[in-house]
């Protein structure tokens, strides 16, 4: 499996140098760049910024300028040099993902994609905007500028950047000191509203996704949940019909698979290591779910888009959010920190539990059209120790038993290990999360973006 970094020649390096004047010639071109944007932390966090991000530059009619990814706190092998010192991985964001975010088509619709505003990787950014040609936007005198602060709504906060920088005549903008939507201070709770600004229809999270290549890793074994090639969600990035007016995109090298779920397959989140201080943080600082995490929210679903800026919402008239049907619920007689915790950090015990409940909810067809689970994979960075006691739990239980150690990865792969994890679980009939996770969070929008039922998503 390899990976060639977007530019102006698109993912395959083929197109014309004729296409690649006009590209850099035409006055259509504008870019957006966040030099500073997140790095370093887990790349779920990363995705989520970016993907925002890059529905800033829908909205604004600029294409996306990205990033690779630099695992700096859990590199996913050894980064260290012979002589002690620290080469930093670099792994170029299509990698991760497909879709708008990763230089892929902007939408499902030929009318809807446009070659001039697909991404480029950072390595083209130079190439088309020189130094003497970039604008460059200091985030916090825009913020001021915009009267918008750590109370702002997220809908405001991208309908009011998407107005200044449409509004901008210069192609090369660089927002610098920050990103506009910095996951420590926005995303936690403001992702599903800020992307659901806009003056037309977007496919930027509906097209979001993993990279075809974590979604072709082999699975387990034929007796577990993963999905077969055959049953994959589709590839974002998969042949589009003709159209005469705009410069072809390069042909898939795959084809598209049927669109649907791996049938009698449960895919579970479930997080340890040191996410156990991670959730006693949580836990006493009163925190929510992650982003999407929050649609199973009462209340959230009805939600009605906020209009300014000149900006109308996505959302159509009468449009309720989709419901999810777990939140952070409060048992009688147990504080919320109490409560918080558990939901972070269950126990074998309590996993089994949820999943024996999850299961005859399921088969009984009261909430949607009824599943007949019986083989769970379990995305975890736990020991084997621990996640060999849990899974000798479930098969007491009755179910067909695979996990993240039973992939076989190779190096390439190994580096996108959370990609190929959130395909299992995107491809799942059902799934259960953990819902202050942003890697859960992200399973959830692209499973709502591929268009599954809400009441298949569950958390603990």
């Not at 604008?135 to 998407?162: C, F, H, I, P, Q």
């Not at 996640?387 to 992939?407: I, K, N, P, Q, R």
Request: proline share 10%; with cysteine; charged share 20%.
């Amino acid at each position: 499996m390899s990976y060639r970094a977007h530019g102006p020649r698109g993912a395959d390096g083929t197109w014309a140098l004729s296409t690649l004047t006009w590209r850099f010639s035409s006055s259509r071109c504008r870019y957006i760049f966040f030099p500073n944007a997140s790095w370093g932390s887990g790349w779920n966090n990363v995705f989520q910024e970016q993907l925002l991000n890059t529905h800033l530059a829908w909205l604004s009619e600029r294409a996306y300028v990205f990033p690779g990814y630099i695992p700096r706190d859990h590199p996913p092998f050894p980064d260290t040099l012979e002589d002690g010192t620290r080469h930093m991985l670099h792994v170029p964001m299509n990698a991760f993902v497909s879709g708008p975010t990763g230089g892929g088509p902007l939408s499902a619709d030929p009318d809807g994609d446009d070659l001039m505003r697909r991404a480029i990787s950072e390595e083209w950014w130079g190439v088309v905007c020189p130094a003497s040609e970039v604008r460059v936007l200091k985030l916090y005198d825009t913020l001021n500028e915009l009267d918008l602060n750590g109370s702002s709504d997220g809908e405001e906060m991208m309908a009011k950047w998407a107005e200044k920088l449409l509004k901008m005549e210069e192609p090369c903008v660089s927002i610098v000191a920050g990103s506009p939507f910095d996951y420590l201070c926005v995303l936690p709770s403001s992702g599903p509203t800020a992307s659901s600004t806009s003056g037309r229809r977007t496919d930027t999270p509906q097209r979001s996704n993993t990279s075809p290549g974590p979604r072709s890793s082999p699975p387990p074994s034929p007796a577990t949940s993963t999905p077969s090639a055959a049953a994959r969600p589709p590839s974002p990035t998969s042949s589009r019909p003709s159209n005469p007016t705009r410069t072809p995109s390069p042909p898939s090298r795959r084809t598209t698979p049927p669109r649907g779920p791996s049938r009698a397959s449960w895919g579970i989140h479930v997080r340890r290591g040191d996410y156990e201080g991670h959730c006693v943080n949580l836990a006493n600082g009163g925190a929510e779910y992650n982003a999407w995490n929050q649609l199973g929210y009462p209340g959230v679903s009805t939600r009605t888009p906020h209009l300014g800026a000149g900006f109308t919402s996505a959302i159509p008239k009468g449009f309720k959010w989709p419901a999810l049907p777990d939140h952070l619920n409060v048992p009688e007689g147990q504080s919320r920190r109490d409560a918080a915790f558990d939901h972070c950090w269950p126990t074998p015990e309590a996993i089994v539990a949820r999943a024996h409940a999850v299961r005859a909810d399921a088969a009984s067809g009261a909430a949607y059209t009824p599943q007949d689970l019986r083989k769970v994979y379990i995305s975890t960075n736990g020991d084997r120790t621990w996640v060999a006691h849990l899974v000798a739990l479930l098969e007491a239980d009755g179910w067909a038993v695979a996990s993240t150690f039973d992939m076989e990865l190779t190096l390439e792969e190994r580096a996108v290990g959370q990609a190929v994890d959130m395909s299992v679980l995107t491809a799942a009939e059902s799934f259960i999360g953990v819902g202050f996770s942003s890697f859960s969070s992200n399973v959830v929008q692209i499973r709502l973006g591929a268009g599954r039922d809400p009441g298949t998503i569950h958390f603990w």
